[in-house]
């Protein structure tokens, strides 16, 4: 029987691995490991499941497995919580998905001009956005922004500990804790049980000279928008800290840029901007700040500069090299990496899509969802809204508990009727027990709201 | 034409593009958006609801383009960027560039995985989540380990899952200020010494010995009661497979460290030899390099974790696993965890992408990959060896696993032209060449992976253009100081990316800084 033929390896034909191997000077493959010790081979051909090898069984393998999932679209999602069913315009998966982009890597401004220059424009916008100097290319995620952005504030003040407050994301807190580990300190600070924002008697109690920053969750993890800010960077900036403020960019073209309340950092995720939910996998981190050598210096991340060139061209680069892994490894800052930068590209895209007024807009669709949703789930038995007092954004937090059933079984008994229900916040926040989180995004559609108030009447009854 | 000639006839795309605010027009959009949603609320009465000092005054300053200028303009930048998909992408060692297979892309970009919130219940996720844990079944066999995590976003991600799972399992074990220092190797990545420093560990790096291996008397003096792991990469970048590495092994375990491998230079050694026949507790692999995902510029990629049974306590929150009562499904049951490494769960369309390529290539296909690339290495390095200027770190090594670090240092001496000017003639003919390998141990370096995608004529001609720019080097200096003349732009200066009065990282920073074109701001 003829050798197998494999699409993707084109030298795997006999024939041309023969003229390689004479031109070699070797008699096999096996020649060139002959090192690897014997004690080291694996003594066995590998036991995977047969292959797929033409493509047409493949996709119907994986589609077979993949058709099990219902998808949030399929569903009506009310689900948020730090990844947003927003829409993504068919142009920017048009982009990201030209293979020109697709397939590139950390390449050089000579070949790779044009991956520069988009990630330079992708910083522009964001710093316009959130109204910052200074964008780094994007890092992992929002809780890899965060982290990064609380280290840097310790180099920045050379101190060790940062305040955080109870009203931020769980989940985002759980990769923050794991990366400040061992030797930045989090003091915890309370939220105001009435409002549902961080509490400034509580932080003042908490805030000392040994804090590098404050962070600060903006819309928090509640959907409550923190609008004494200044008054918490104001504390801050008392004590020598530094403001961090975690952002929804999606909120800024309705909302205040965090520059504008004595924030020294920002820094969140980008994953609602032109990206879809991927099952979490759209996320990627943004950090924002001065254009002072005190803070770029301090960036692990890539800085993709702006240049001269010989004839007169836009010329790119990357800026303090020197700052980072790849070029000083036991004295860089942190460490940089492969992170997510093509999402940067997909956000470039979507944020010259939208334009200002495009995200004015979309901030206005999100609140008046938000605010409709509201005003229907008024009055359904065993709800109440009442929980927080301050003002949401694009979710909210409602309290079933009334209802004597929990969470989990209203989330059921809607899944029943095709409908994602809110995030249970129970198992985070003891506190908040038969509380969910509610989202809209400029997707919720009337019929939407609708069947979410019918189901709920009829689970509630 | 021969090859070389034609690459010679080569130009990249140049559209003398602007930046995207210089096409902004006020008043265009690409993209509009819903108005509300209903009549129940209007827009001013939601508005009404905010506190008045949290509203923007002034718009963001974003470009206002039409939706045909826009995708105009990302359509020329695509084509000023060259990309596996259109050149010979071997110049760019360590970083594993080969070809992504297309319906890869097109199975994770569906709706089936585009569109699932990472917070649906279990149930409604069970296809991606057998992906996931299907890939891990997958990799009990390509590692030999037991139990994964896909959490880590790319492979310093994977390595700091990795330190953290040390730190976790040495506090469980209530020595974590006891054993604060973690080994690694010069030739490892930079990852393995950068991440362990982060996580608070005093790092020592081992030097090579002459023979290009870590040095195992420096090993020797380096390892103590207060070790808490190693981070060795293997096979260095060199492309070097340390033949002692079980020894490294054994006597860090004898100290009582971890042994963490980093399986990043994994492409040349599947179905061949595993990290668990190597003796090590944990390793990572990058799906995004050796299992077929495309590097997206930068990422989105993953750095699978693998570990030993033993170690599963410490993993990063949740793990996929499944049971006949309640299917796939979220485990958050790991009360000794290192904890999260990143934002919900993974990469799902990275995973789906690694998993359909392991899938459609089989255990002989897989073995197939590890063989052709170490074939096209020896290949390529024979010819490049033949080129004058150029020499090979470690030379008393007959061959390489799947890369090589090369000199130009000869080059150098006798030219006075080095890696980087390498590296600007190499766009001239279409190829790509990286220049970063520091810090430069081996003088003027370079390193090249032809990995198992690029064909004998790939090589051929790759090899050729290389012999063609040491040619110049020795016989036409000028051509080479003028490098590059065919590419989208000319010499950039790089004298503005390290001085913060020059230096801009935003088109706002650049308007702040000068008035014109890099014409300074007066005042």
Known sequence: MAKKMFPYIPNSEEKIQREMLDFIGVNSIEDLISDIPEDMRMNHKMALPEPYCDESGLVRHVNGILAKNKTAKELICFLGAGCYNRYVPALVDEVVNRSEFLTAYAGEPYEDHGRFHAMFEYQSMMAELLDMDVCNVPNYDGAQAVGTALR????????????????????????????????????????????????????????????????VMNPNFFGIIEERAQDIADMAHEKGALLVAYVEPSTLGLLTPPSQYGADIACGDIQALGMHMNYGGGVAGFIATKDEPRFVDEYPSRLFGIAPTSEGEWGFGDVLWE???????????????????????????????????????????????????????????????????????????????????????INAALLERGILGGYDLGAAFPELEGCALLAVTEQTSADDIKALVSALGEILA | MNNLERMKKFHQAKWNEPIIYELSTPGERAVLVPGPCCDCVSTDEALGTLPAGMVRKERANLPEIAQ?????????????????????DIGQGTCTMKYNPKINDRLAGQPKVADMHPLQPD????????????????????????????????????????????????????????????????????????????????VTII???????????????????????????????TGIFNVRIKEFTRLAHEKGALCCYDQANANGLLGITRTAEANFDMSFFNLHKTFGAPHGCGGPATGMVAARKELRPYLPVPLVEYSPEKGYYLDFDLPKSCGKIKSFWGVAPVVVKAYSWIMALGADGLREVSRVAILNNNYCMKKILAIRGASISFPNHPSRIEQARYSWQQLKEETGFGTADVQRCCADFGTH???????????????????????????????????????????????????????????????????????????????????????????
């Open chain 1, 152 to 215: 840097m504030a310790c180099r920045i003040t050379h101190r060790n500990e940062v305040v955080v407050p109870k009203n931020i994301n769980p989940d985002t807190l759980r990769a923050v804790q794991t990366y400040l580990q061992p030797d930045v300190k989090i003091t915890f600070t309370d939220y105001n049980p009435k409002t549902g924002r961080i509490c400034l008697d509580c932080l003042k109690k908490n805030l000392t000279e040994n804090a590098a920053a404050v962070l």
């Open chain 1, 323 to 409: 700052r980072t892994s790849f070029a000083n490894r036991d004295h860089a800052k942190e460490f940089v990496g492969t992170h997510a930068a093509l999402w940067g590209i997909a956000a470039g895209v979507y944020l010259a899509s939208m334009g200002p007024q495009g995200m004015k807009e979309l901030g206005e669709a999100v609140l008046q969802r938000q605010v409709c949703l509201k005003k229907n789930l008024a009055g359904l038995k065993g709800v109440s809204l009442d929980k927080f007092s301050g003002t949401p954004f694009q979710e909210f937090v409602v309290d079933f508990s009334a209802s004597g059933k929990t969470v989990k079984e």
């Open chain 2, 68 to 88: 045909l200028q826009l995708v105009r303009h990302y359509n020329h930048l695509s084509q000023e960027n060259i990309g596996v998909d259109g050149n010979i």
């Open chain 2, 123 to 202: 149930e409604t996720a069970q296809g991606i989540l057998e992906v996931f844990y299907k890939t891990g079944e997958l990799f009990k066999e390509i590692s030999g380990l037991d139990v994964f995590s896909m959490q880590p976003g790319g492979g310093s991600h994977g390595v700091l899952a990795l330190a953290s799972i040390v730190r976790a399992y040495w506090r469980d074990k209530g020595e974590e200020d006891k054993r604060d220092e973690i080994i690694t190797t010069l030739f490892s990545h930079p990852a393995d010494c950068a991440v362990p420093i982060v996580k608070g560990y005093k």
């Open chain 2, 207 to 237: 030097p090579p010995d002459e023979e290009g291996y870590p040095d195992i008397e420096a090993f020797k003096a380096a390892l103590s009661d207060r070790t808490a792991a190693i981070f060795f990469t293997n096979p260095e970048d």
């Open chain 2, 433 to 523: 060449y990286w220049s970063s390998h520091e810090p430069f141990v081996i003088p003027e370096p370079f390193t090249i992976e032809p990995s198992e995608s690029y064909s004998k004529q790939d090589i051929d001609d790759y090899t050729a253009v290389l012999a063609e720019i040491s040619r110049m080097c020795y016989e036409e200096p000028e051509a080479v100081k003028h490098a590059p003349v065919n590419s989208t732009v000319h010499h950039i200066d790089h004298d503005y990316f390290d001085d913060p009065a020059k230096y801009a990282i935003t088109w706002r920073a650049y308007n702040k800084k000068y008035t014109g074109y890099f014409e300074p701001k007066k005042g």
